[in-house]
T-cell receptor, first 113, second 114 residues
């Protein structure tokens, strides 16, 4: 299995509070991704990174920011959490953006009350 | 930009029966195609992928998929489903452009009954 960890695995927070989710890889892959998974919507890309300090927006980036200061870490921040951001968040990594397999982390379940 | 459609939200099959999950894509050139499986409470795991060459691709767990350019399809098949195959299945398409991420379908949930 690819070495991808996500922390925390579960989090409950209140509306308006900031939340940071962490993705850590040990594979030295160039690309890292953040997705959210919701019933009826499948996986939707939030942001992705193609190198240290290089990031781009995905389909549902509003309300989220990311940072990648080291190859192995990709942080997702909800600046002011809302109930609509209650979801399961997955991190993924890949060596290339298009033709290479993405490897997924175990997910973080976030509940915003 | 590429897109992918999985027409079936939920499918139920009997254990031992055959299975076909549909995936249709939209892309102007030959795409990269993937099938992933997600067991309950888990992340996604690659089942198989198609880049070029033989249009019938073999994957793990007895699954196979066939790329049909004329139908813009990449359907997933299994000749004999086991109870442990109950999961959510995602089709994904990658563009041959080198700079855009994969696009995932919304998934098909498979239930297996005795």
């Amino acid at each position: 299995d690819a070495g991808i960890t996500q922390s925390p695995r579960h989090k409950v927070t209140e509306t308006g509070t900031p939340v940071t989710l962490r993705c850590h890889q040990t594979e030295n892959h160039r690309y890292m991704y953040w997705y959210r998974q919701d019933p009826g919507h499948g996986l939707r890309l939030i942001h992705y990174s193609y190198g240290v300090k290089d990031t781009d927006k995905g389909e549902v980036s509003d309300g989220y920011s990311v940072s990648r200061s080291k190859t192995e870490d990709f942080l997702l921040t909800l600046e002011s959490a809302t109930s609509s951001q209650t979801s399961v968040y997955f991190c993924a990594i890949s060596e290339r953006v298009d033709r290479e397999t993405q490897y997924f982390g175990p997910g973080t379940r976030l509940l915003v009350l | 930009a590429q897109s992918v459609t999985q027409p079936d939200i939920h499918i139920t099959v009997s254990e031992g029966a055959s299975l076909e999950l549909r995936c249709n894509y939209s892309y102007g050139a030959t795409p990269y195609l993937f099938w992933y499986v997600q067991s309950p409470g888990q992340g996604l795991q690659l089942l198989l992928k198609y880049f070029s060459g033989d249009t019938l691709v073999q994957g793990i767990k007895g699954f196979e998929a066939e790329f049909k350019r004329s139908q813009s399809s990449f359907n997933l098949r299994n000749p004999s489903v086991h109870w442990c195959d109950a999961a959510e299945y995602f089709c994904a398409v990658g563009a041959n452009s080198g700079n855009t991420p994969l696009v995932f379908g919304k998934g098909t949930r498979l239930s297996v009954i005795a």
